[in-house]
């Protein structure tokens, strides 16, 4: 994994660092929102980058801001003060997939990274958990030996597996492809980040269902996960400026309030 790490201070870098080479990434460094831009040009591209946000020239919203605009695929974690609120909230309104406070440890650094990872990979949702579980879309365990207590013998488990990455969504106008991880309306490709295109997948995999906040939370950005809701609202009001003809208004993706979030049965032609 590729990791384009953008922090000012040397301490932190430094201390970042280490823990990342542990986990076996790779890692490009660089003190300042302009050199960051020119490394993701000249040696990119990468899987993702780690952002603070306070820095001297250009601050890591507009890095942010920039990445995303021209990386629309690239994983981005924010680095931010534990006070400052506002600065999640502008963070994922630019297109980050997730922010860690500061002061943050190394554990709970490597854990972010790895859950977004798994996010921008196809079969993500068969690759099991945190602890190395793996698991089929029910919950149920899935042996190396067995396929998932079935007692079908390995092979059928991968033909079950290739069918579910090989398989499509339909909606309405809408048509998501999970082995190409990418979404179309009306024939026109919808460009999402990671983790909106998993929301999405979710949403769409439970058609006309009322999914909570919680339960979108613990499936898109993992069970051990210590951040806010915040983070689902915002990335449904960014995939709501993409996908709605109104965005205001929205005839998609609806609100269940106080509950959480459901894509609609029928999306209107």
């Known amino acids: 994994m590729r990791i384009l790490l953008l922090e000012d201070e040397e301490s932190i870098r430094g201390f970042v660092r280490i823990n990342?080479?542990?986990?076996e990434m790779e890692v490009t460094e660089a003190e300042n929102g302009e050199d960051a831009l020119a490394l993701a040009d000249s040696e990119g591209p990468f899987d993702i980058a780690l952002l603070d946000v306070m820095l001297p020239t250009i601050d890591g919203f507009e890095v942010c801001e920039r990445l995303r605009a021209k990386y629309p695929r690239i994983g981005i974690i924010m680095l931010t003060a534990k006070s400052q609120e506002e600065d999640k909230i502008r963070g994922l309104e630019l297109g980050a997939d997730?922010?860690?406070q500061k002061p943050f440890s190394p554990g709970e650094l490597i854990a972010r990274i790895k859950s977004l990872h798994r996010r921008m990979l196809p079969s993500s949702s068969l690759e099991g958990d945190e602890h190395?579980?793996?698991?089929?879309e029910r919950g149920n365990g899935l042996s190396e030996q067995q396929g998932g207590g079935t007692g079908e013998p390995a092979g059928h488990t991968d033909a079950i597996k290739?069918?579910?990455v090989e398989r499509e969504?339909?909606?309405g106008r809408f048509r998501l492809s999970v082995s190409e991880r990418r979404l179309w309306k009306n024939d026109e490709e919808i460009i999402l980040t990671p983790t909106e295109w998993?929301?999405?997948?979710?949403?769409?995999?439970?058609e006309g269902e009322s999914v909570s906040r919680d339960h979108i939370l613990t499936e898109?950005?993992?069970r051990y996960y210590v951040g806010d809701l915040k983070v689902v609202d915002v990335n449904i009001r960014r995939i709501r400026q993409k996908i709605e003809s109104n965005p205001s208004e929205p005839s998609v993706i609806e609100t269940v309030w106080g509950y959480g979030y459901r894509w609609k049965r029928s999306v209107p032609e």
């Open 20 to 23: 990342l080479k542990r986990n």
């Open 98 to 100: 997730d922010y860690v």
């Open 132 to 136: 190395g579980s793996e698991e089929d």
């Open 162 to 164: 290739k069918l579910y």
């Open 169 to 171: 969504l339909v909606s």
């Open 198 to 206: 998993t929301l999405v997948r979710l949403l769409m995999e439970r």
């Open 220 to 222: 898109v950005w993992g």
